[in-house]
């Protein structure tokens, strides 16, 4: 018994070797961009620094997936394993660019990303500790842009593009890609890896096809972006230099659609100190928080009515208007910041979208301010489906349905069935039990986990930060939102920082990944039998 028990927990590791090497082959490829884009900018040692993350992903890759390439198909039990496991060696080899590049640049070569006229030192030396090389690697694959990077353009701008790019690359979901791109024999065995990582809604009649129409909506969806950015930049700001514009367009284009907030600029949208400006990033921030599902319905299917009669987006534009009209009065009664209406709906549109671009220091705001927009948008997030983090929007709809039906039903009489109707669906008392259930117990684990998170922050932050600002840092790290109260920094706690790269890792693939992942380490793949 304990020798079947070996070779099958054997078995079970082979299959996820081999999956995670061929994501890992897919890493390296992707890394030969960001090399490009340094030889371009004269930045010879990033250029040298990612050819040479992008030989070990490779190696590693090949070697995985050549070793294993016998191994069984993966069950659907193995696929949420693959998806956790998959998601942290991507973050783990993403952190190698960023950790060699540092480690083999001069400081003199360093200093010259500095801008000029700026007096501080260049933030790539931060990147030499790989605590810090992995938690800025986690912020990009999971699209959550909380950074180690001070000063962002001290960087260079082959890692700038490589953070951006990597938000974009983990917005639409790597293992999605990865079916796109790469063959997948067994189509029972794709089928149950895209539900891993998405939604699990088939948009064509196979999931490759699927994955393939994701990544060509989301690829259109930010060349419009891009071009969105540039043309508007360009008549806001027109003396503002464009070769800096084209840059800036690109990398906020790909972390505006993605949802992930790393930006080009020292103090992010806040940058460009013009309100026009932070009008228009509105739309790619809004773009993003959308999903995909969606997109291919409107424009493929031409369901222009979608835009109110889904769920989904409807709670998602009375949100915004609603939610940003609060925030704003809430700083104004506050007096703590000038332009309050500006500040409160941008901040408020970027937290639920959880892009985290920022025009606020959110430190000196009131304590009223920020919890409601950690509980009325952080924590809530924008559509299942898109690239937004937080519990999702749809969750929050289902649980209020839920209680309207729960309180309905006692006015019922004893023979009647109470059918709710919800996103263009009648669902049955049995049905409605089961989708309450689940949301309910993801609601109460992903609270518990920002609980939990609150107070290992509030004992382990800095001086001069309060609860709230504990209870916002951790709400961002868990919602993969990136607006940041200041806590989050190189001098930061390093269990602190670990548990921030933890939290999300969690929040983007919605936990329960890990917890799967946690009980396969413990009790292994074996199912229950009672």
């Known amino acids: 018994m304990a020798n079947s028990f070996t070779k099958r927990r054997i078995s079970t590791f082979q299959m996820l070797f081999k999956q995670i090497g061929g994501l890992l082959i897919l890493l390296g490829f992707i890394m030969s961009l960001p090399a490009f884009v340094s030889l371009i900018y004269g930045e010879y040692f990033s250029a040298m620094g990612f050819v040479i993350s992008l030989l070990i992903c490779l190696f590693i890759g090949f070697y995985l997936y050549k070793s294993f390439d016998s191994s069984p198909e993966p069950l659907s039990r193995h696929t949420l394993i693959i998806a956790a496991l998959g998601w942290l060696s991507i973050a783990v080899l993403c952190a190698l660019p960023f950790f060699i590049i540092a480690h083999i640049t001069p400081n003199d070569i360093a200093q010259q990303f500095v801008p000029l006229g700026s007096d501080y030192l260049s933030s790539l030396s931060y990147f030499r500790d790989p605590l810090h090389a992995l938690f800025e690697s986690m912020s990009a694959f999971t699209t959550t842009g909380l950074t180690m990077a001070v000063h962002e353009p001290s960087v260079g701008k082959g890692i700038l593009f490589y953070r951006s790019l990597a938000q974009?690359?983990?917005?639409?979901?790597?293992?999605?890609?990865?079916?796109?791109?790469?063959?997948?024999?067994?189509?029972?065995?794709?089928?149950?890896?895209?539900?891993?990582?998405?939604?699990?809604?088939?948009?064509?009649?196979?999931?490759?096809?699927?994955?393939?129409?994701?990544?060509?909506?989301?690829?259109?969806?930010?060349?419009?972006?891009?071009?969105?950015?540039?043309?508007?930049?360009?008549?806001?700001?027109?003396?503002?230099?464009?070769?800096?514009?084209?840059?800036?367009?690109?990398?906020?284009?790909?972390?505006?659609?993605?949802?992930?907030?790393?930006?080009?600029?020292?103090?992010?949208?806040?940058?460009?100190?013009?309100?026009?400006?932070?009008?228009?990033?509105?739309?790619?921030?809004?773009?993003?928080?959308?999903?995909?599902?969606?997109?291919?319905?409107?424009?493929?299917?031409?369901?222009?009515?979608?835009?109110?009669?889904?769920?989904?987006?409807r709670a998602i534009i009375l949100s915004c208007i609603v939610g940003g009209i609060i925030l704003s009065i809430l700083l104004s009664h506050s007096n703590t910041i000038s332009e309050p209406y500006r500040i409160?709906?941008?901040?408020?549109?970027?937290?639920?979208?959880?892009?985290?671009?920022?025009?606020?220091?959110?430190?000196?705001?009131?304590?009223?301010?920020?919890?409601?927009?950690?509980?009325?948008?952080?924590?809530?997030?924008?559509?299942?489906?898109?690239?937004?983090?937080?519990?999702?929007?749809?969750?929050?709809?289902?649980?209020?349905?839920?209680?309207?039906?729960?309180?309905?039903?006692?006015?019922?009489?004893?023979?009647?069935?109470?059918?709710?109707?919800?996103?263009?669906?009648?669902?049955?008392?049995?049905?409605?039990?089961?989708?309450?259930?689940?949301?309910?117990?993801?609601?109460?684990?992903?609270?518990?986990?920002?609980?939990?998170?609150?107070?290992?922050?509030?004992?382990?932050?800095?001086?001069?930060?309060?609860?709230?600002?504990?209870?916002?840092?951790?709400?961002?790290?868990?919602?993969?939102?990136?607006?940041?109260?200041?806590?989050?920094?190189?001098?930061?706690?390093?269990f602190l920082e670990i548990i921030y790269i933890l939290q999300m890792w969690a929040g983007r693939l919605e936990i329960i990944p890990i917890l799967v992942l946690l009980r396969t380490i413990i009790w292994g793949t074996k199912p229950n039998v009672e």
């Open 168 to 313: 974009w690359i983990g917005g639409a979901g790597f293992i999605v890609l990865a079916l796109a791109v790469l063959k997948q024999s067994n189509v029972r065995a794709a089928f149950l890896l895209y539900g891993s990582e998405s939604t699990g809604e088939r948009l064509k009649p196979t999931i490759i096809e699927t994955a393939r129409s994701i990544w060509k909506i989301y690829l259109g969806l930010t060349l419009f972006s891009a071009i969105f950015l540039f043309v508007g930049t360009r008549m806001i700001l027109p003396d503002y230099n464009i070769l800096e514009n084209i840059f800036d367009s690109i990398n906020h284009a790909m972390t505006g659609q993605s949802t992930g907030g790393f930006s080009t600029l020292d103090d992010s949208i806040a940058g460009y100190q013009s309100r026009s400006m932070d009008m228009l990033y509105l739309l790619p921030m809004f773009l993003g928080s959308l999903s995909i599902p969606f997109f291919f319905k409107v424009i493929f299917n031409k369901q222009i009515s979608l835009f109110w009669k889904d769920t989904q987006t």
């Open 344 to 494: 409160g709906i941008f901040q408020f549109i970027s937290a639920i979208t959880t892009t985290g671009w920022q025009t606020s220091d959110v430190s000196i705001w009131d304590s009223a301010s920020m919890l409601f927009i950690v509980l009325g948008a952080m924590v809530v997030g924008g559509s299942s489906g898109a690239t937004v983090g937080g519990i999702k929007i749809i969750r929050v709809v289902l649980i209020y349905k839920g209680l309207k039906w729960q309180v309905n039903n006692f006015f019922n009489s004893a023979n009647s069935i109470n059918v709710v109707n919800f996103n263009g669906k009648r669902i049955l008392p049995d049905e409605m039990n089961k989708e309450l259930a689940s949301a309910a117990t993801f609601v109460f684990i992903y609270l518990l986990f920002v609980l939990l998170s609150t107070l290992a922050t509030y004992f382990l932050m800095g001086e001069g930060y309060t609860m709230a600002d504990a209870l916002f840092e951790s709400a961002s790290a868990q919602g993969t939102v990136g607006l940041s109260t200041g806590i989050t920094n190189p001098n930061m706690n390093p």
